[in-house]
């Protein structure tokens, strides 16, 4: 089946006022729709980060939960009953795992998005955004297009500073043959490329760092930093 504008707008407006519910909302809250000219006013709001999911099945795209910092608390829930709500009208609804993004994010300057809101007099309770997959699509750059470094937002990068990494230490590298490799056993010294005291390497996820030397702290091996650098002065990029 395919869904029409008014049932998506129907089904948004009734999980709206559900969500502002969950959020601890005024009884009998009333969800209006906002057009773009209005959404300046979320963006103006001192609102948390977004909570934001996935969606598949009758309906596809990105969903949306704003709400006030002191009422923040409550958004998984608040999400979560929105969804089930939008489901029992639109049909079967598959979200994804949830994450958090700038309210400025979820609320494009583009044709399809739709905006919800409760308001209790003039303060924002909740506000439920609807992404379609073919608006999310259309924001993506084309493949093998390069984003200049001047249009990254440097307050954004704080998203990336919980992201787990792999550091690796190495101490030089060699080339043997299968045979020598075969040949191996214990006792056996393969001989590196790199003199004895020379800095070590430093890998982030296999691209070069930093160098530094090999020193031993609570009898366990560590590295102290004596140089960052950068993939440029990786000799086995130009090799």
Known sequence: MTLTEPQVDAALLTAAALVAERLGGPAGATASALGPAEWPVLQAADLAPALVTTVEGAWEGQVAVLAPRDRAADRQTALTAGISSMALELGPLVPSATHEVEVGEVVP??????????????????????????????????????????????????????????????????????????????????????????????LVNGTLMARGEVVVVDEEFAVRVTEVVGPEADARLRA
Request: hydrophobic residues 50%; aromatic residues 0%.
């Open 109 to 202: 300057a583009g044709a399809g998005v739709r905006v919800a809101a409760v308001l209790d007099g003039d303060v924002l309770v909740a506000a439920l955004v609807l992404t379609p997959r073919a608006v999310q699509a259309a924001a993506l750059p084309p493949l093998g297009a390069s984003t200049p470094v001047t249009d990254i937002d440097p307050r954004r990068l704080h998203l990336l500073r919980d992201v787990e990494m792999g550091i690796s230490v190495e101490l030089g590298r060699t080339r043997m043959t299968v045979q020598d490799v075969l040949g191996l056993a214990p006792g056996a010294v393969i001989e590196l490329d790199r003199p004895a005291g020379a800095p070590v390497d430093v």
